[in-house]
């Protein structure tokens, strides 16, 4: 298939307005000689206006209809072929078999979509019949069942260019709700988003839908994000990136003169909490399988564990040694984006010239130009409640052992933490009266607590909850990943005393 | 039971800071002799905090444990007697059958989320098994359950004392989600809101729950209201008023470090659409059920249907004729305070001097100094389309009618709309075709559709949607009645991977 570069609008390809920009290949840091042209706000307009005329057949569409349209985008994403997986590569530098997981996971999250929309569960159509003869007054006959917000602002992520991006799990959930989507690719893998683009663009005419019911819109400038989030027939925004962007969404939307939720996840560190009698019982597999959470993709994503709150316990000696030493013979590798490795780099080099700093561990240095050395910090517990700067993620291979004296430390650090995704406890059964301590505790900061797991690695199922406290998202009553994700754009509708053929189609089945 | 005019706050009276105030009967005019003290930051801080402290353990309350308590409140409140109606007619004006019947509506709210807690369906437990077969990954065990926000802080409206106020429908919906709930109560009936918040303490006494779990506090300033929303350990808002004061509350919340949820039920002119069948066959009904439904309770409600779209059709003027009839013959009563009264009085004449009124039609004057005299207006469909005025919604017993040539002009009227609580047909079996062109228009603009009744009268109900698209609300994909308005305060929380020992007690039932 070939690479335009340009903006994917209505059905058609749109040159954009703005200022052409080009991708860098992050293993070489090279630039990557296609071009891609800028969208700005004349296609921002387009893509908006041609949606909001999409939603009103879109969301009629019956159930079958929809999940069909949600597993033809997945057959169109396997039939690009390799020709997605090398972009992916080439744009990310990420390895082949990561890529080849996430497309397997993209495809499987439309299909369980599909067989959500299938079910009508996301309806959650009510009943109250009426009571006409109830004193003092009748009751009226009720039904309730919900409908699509209307059209949604995606941002693809840079850190999973398929399953968080043109075809992610933002956008697969807005359109099971029946909401028309206009996707804002991340600058970092143009030719990917582009690609997808056009597998769901082609899914759109493959199924006979309106041309509106997906967008993308591509370009560097940041004021592109922003005027799509400010248009007045965007009615939500999913979100997956920085704290700072995901705020700056945020502010956006809540000035409009009709405010709107935006869905942002965020920021998270993902404690991991060595209880006693896991450290006693397997500290150094407990180090092996921390580090290897931690240097997977780099460390790039959202639950990388990037503290560890460690009991000063027997074993604990153990584990340091087995997490440095797999530290230590962990080979650098590419990160996403040449910025991204310079903060990153930064952010390493600052806390490990921190005064409170008992020991730091480097992986090893990377021989191309923006990999990713791994590093390991300990502190003491005292020294990490002192200075809040231990707190701030660090988006990559970056963690810190907080070494408590005692469990009451462990909850006093808890208690000082800001919202997380996740929080994982190491325990053994002689653990279970600190665990019992610990879980009431952290479910009031996180969104997911695992108990001798690693936090990566995020299960796309009906129970899953990628979500948690600000700022690990901006609205802990949500997740990003799993069913559940449907209703952050589904709204009830109430219908009052319908007569039989007024009423919906869904009614009737 | 003594009235003290003091702030409720952790089991105790807590003497406000701030000036001290006195509600007016407006029935009167006159002033009611009870000093009430008035709430301040302080009052803020220790109400706040007293929360926090009391929603660990109130979330951990059993199913029954926290339904007994909500029955508790309902009980007390109804034990309050006389005093109670007393209270609430001299500081509102309302007379005693209504406000008997909302006392017994807010007993049977509070008991609807009783049922609702005992049931365990607001959980919305989930449960993926573990699949440790399955290639290329094995699942881990995943279970998810809902856990309330925290703390929530609920404006008393106005206009309901008893059912919208200080265990109205947010504070029930909070509570059973085990939520604390700090109410902010609304100036204008301080006496009747301390006789609730004594009952609501009451029931925190008898039920053994920490004093924290409710606080109440009353004052003039808006400053209070703010203080409240901006509080860090206030995790969500539930509001019912003003577009100006829900607009107020909502940006305080988006600037927060941490940025909150506000629930606010603020604006609506709830459209009532004339076909022309039941014009044909019912038009003096409809003109008697109409006015009816306008000057119930001087139209101070939130779903008062203030404005009619009419097809030109036989039957047009013999409803205007019913209607006008009964304006005419409708007797005024007190509004529910002289400030309401005065915008009230101040936007009917504005819209009674308007150029583009073809006909106005006036209730009888009032006797007392604050009384509500009814308005109709009409004017032509074009006129309104031409001035966004008419589209404002007038608090309290004032409605247009729009007179439209067709069916088209409806519909461009409904386009031209802004969000809305309900919307409402008249129609018969011959109408049904035009209805089926009106209902997916209005299913994008309202939260609740009725054929052949009057929006007033909301009931509470499981089906029930008391939202819509904004202004109507803040968040159209909520309720404010309705066993759904619980999905408000709660958050899903997954277990990965528990033993049976640690997992949360719901899970074992």
Request: glycine content about 10%; proline content about 7%; hydrophobic content about 45%.
């Amino acid at each position: 298939m070939t690479i335009t570069g340009h903006q994917l609008i209505g059905g058609r390809d749109v040159r954009g307005t703005q200022a052409g920009f080009f991708a860098v290949n992050p293993a070489t840091g090279t630039q990557i000689p296609q071009e891609f042209t800028g969208a700005g706000k004349a296609e921002v307009e387009l893509a908006c206006a041609l949606a909001a005329q999409a939603f009103t057949s879109y969301r009629h569409t019956s159930l079958n209809e929809r999940a069909d349209f949600l597993e033809k985008i997945g057959q169109n994403i396997v039939a690009l072929g390799d020709q997605l997986i090398d972009a992916a590569m080439h744009e990310s530098g990420l390895p082949r078999a990561r890529l080849e997981g996430e497309r397997a996971r993209t495809v499987n999250q439309l299909n369980l979509f599909a067989a959500l929309v299938r079910s009508g569960d996301w309806l959650g159509m009510r009943h109250d019949p009426a009571l006409p003869e109830r004193k003092p007054l009748p009751r009226s006959d009720l039904r309730l069942r919900h409908i699509g917000i209307g059209p949604v602002a995606v941002f693809g992520a840079s850190n999973f260019p398929l399953a968080f991006s043109v075809a992610g799990g933002d956008t697969a959930s807005a359109l099971a709700a029946g909401c028309p989507v206009v996707l804002k690719g991340h600058p970092a893998h143009p030719a990917t988003s582009e690609l997808v683009g056009r597998a769901v663009q082609r899914a759109v005419v493959d199924c006979g839908l309106h041309a509106g019911v997906f967008a993308l819109l591509v370009g560097p400038s940041i004021e592109l994000g922003g005027a799509l989030v400010a248009d007045p027939r965007i009615k939500a925004v999913g979100f997956t990136g920085s704290r700072g962007g995901g705020m700056a969404l945020m502010r956006i939307a809540a000035s409009r003169p009709e405010p709107i939720p935006v869905f942002a996840e965020m920021s998270s560190i993902n404690p991991v909490v060595l209880l006693p009698g896991a450290l006693a019982a397997r500290a150094e597999s407990i180090g092996k399988g921390f580090v290897a959470s931690l240097t997977q993709g780099s460390g790039q994503f959202c639950t990388n564990p990037g503290l560890v709150l460690a009991i000063d316990a027997p074993g604990f000696d153990t584990f340091m040694k087995s997490a440095t030493e797999s530290v230590e013979a962990s080979p650098a590798a590419p990160m996403l984006t040449p910025a991204i490795h310079g903060v990153y780099t930064n952010q390493t080099a600052e806390l490990a010239r921190h005064g409170a700093l008992r020991q730091v561990v480097r992986g090893q240095p990377g021989s191309g130009p923006h990999e990713c050395q791994a590093a390991l910090m300990l502190v003491e517990s005292n020294d990490f409640l002192a200075d809040p700067v231990w707190h701030n993620e660090v988006f990559g291979a970056s963690s810190v052992v907080v070494r408590c004296p005692d469990l009451a430390t462990v909850q006093q650090v808890i208690t000082h933490l800001e919202g997380q995704l996740t929080a994982t406890l190491q325990m053994e059964a002689s653990d279970l009266p600190m665990a019992q301590q610990l879980v009431p505790q952290l479910e009031e900061k996180v969104g997911r607590i695992l108990v001798n797991g690693w936090p990566t690695g995020v299960e796309v199922a009906s129970a899953m909850v990628h979500g948690g406290p600000f700022p690990a998202t901006s609205d802990a009553r949500m997740t990003s990943v799993g069913t559940l994700a449907i209703t952050r754009f589904l709204r009830p509708v109430c219908y009052q005393d319908f007569p039989e053929a007024l009423l919906p189609e869904v009614f009737k089945r």
